[in-house]
């Protein structure tokens, strides 16, 4: 509880990081509001997967970047030195930035089911229950992908690397069973697939079935594998 109020202190400070958090998701989905005004229908169809997509990806850009500043500034060595076990210490991170997720997530929903009008086939409020977790997944993938960043450009560099890949292969240009072979077998191994097909069943098919159970499984069960595989990577140091 410590670690994640001092987190979250932290990034009240940092107003670009309030802004990437806040503000950037609620711009873009705007933008792609306004973008298809003229063509009636576009925006329910597209709307609401991408309403998970982006929290997903600014989430996995701060908390990358926030969690190598721990690192490269000392306080996560200093943290280590303390009697906490490390998932106990990356739990705190990944709670403090799972609230993050949470009011981004939220915030992002209100603004497109009450203001633009956002009309999905399914529930509105599993659709913000499902940005949630996109966003929860994308902050501690960032805290895993962190650990291989040395400087704030190279975790920079993660986003075109780690994140473009799984846009473009998780079915939201093109289906996945209508790509080569090898792409669809590779997209079956991306989180980002089963997050993109978890908010089209719901908002476009309004489907409630086993395929969608699975999906939020493999997004549950990257979430805590991507905790697990971090505090793999911190190495405790004694005083």
Known sequence: ???????????????????????????????????????????????????????????????????????????????????????????????????????????????????????????PWLIVLLAILNAVLGSTLGLFASAFARTEFQAVQFMPAFVMPQLLLCGLFVPTDQMARPLEILSYALPLTYAYDALERVAVEGAYDARLALDVAVLVGCTVLSVVLGAATLRRRTP
């Open 1 to 123: 509880m410590a670690t994640s109020a001092r987190v979250l202190l932290q990034v009240r400070r940092d107003p670009r990081t309030i802004a990437l958090l806040l503000l950037v998701p609620i711009v873009l989905i705007a933008l792609l509001d306004w973008l298809f005004v003229d063509q009636p229908g576009v925006f329910d169809r597209i709307g609401a997967p991408l309403l998970g997509l982006f929290p997903f990806i600014a989430m996995f850009v701060v908390t990358s970047i926030t969690m190598l500043r721990e690192r490269t500034t000392g306080t996560l060595e200093r943290l280590m030195t303390l009697p906490l076990t490390k998932l106990g210490l990356l739990g705190g991170y990944s709670g403090a930035f799972a609230l993050a997720a949470t009011v981004q997530a939220a915030l992002v929903s209100a603004l497109a089911f009450l203001l633009l009008g956002l009309d999905v086939a399914g529930s």
